[in-house]
């Protein structure tokens, strides 16, 4: 499985899974992140990537639409404030949990049309 994250989250994340080896983005880095929220879910899933975003409300409404027009992404990671704060104290909190994801899901449609909650 390959990620992108929204941005909303620190790219130091991105980099330390790339550097355990995994294929990992910010939106940031790839000048995405004045994309529209759907647009973005069409960029991550042209590459294969699951997102990981905060923004649940907005992409429950997409994911819910594209299922309806039988259309499929590549995946969607939820993370709340409440569980899984974002911030600089909680970047090796998100590197660990994400490593294990990464690892238990290895496959690049590991994560075709899932919704996972961190």
């Known amino acids: 499985m390959k990620l992108a994250f929204d941005h909303h989250y620190s790219t130091a994340i991105a980099t330390k899974l790339r550097e355990r080896g995994f294929d990992v983005v910010a939106a940031i880095e790839r000048g995405w992140e004045t994309e529209d929220d759907e647009a973005l879910l069409v960029l991550c899933d042209k590459e294969r990537r699951a997102l990981v975003t905060n923004n649940v409300a907005d ?60």
Not at 61 to 78: K, N, Y
Not at 87 to 114: C, K, M, S
């Open 59 to 118: 992409f429950i409404v997409i994911a819910r639409g594209w299922a309806i027009e039988d259309r499929r992404h590549s995946g969607l990671i939820f993370t709340s404030d409440a569980s899984m704060p974002r911030g600089r104290q909680t970047i090796g909190r998100y590197v660990e949990v994400l490593e294990e994801l990464l690892r238990a899901n290895p496959g690049d449609h590991a994560f075709t049309d899932r919704i996972h909650w961190l």
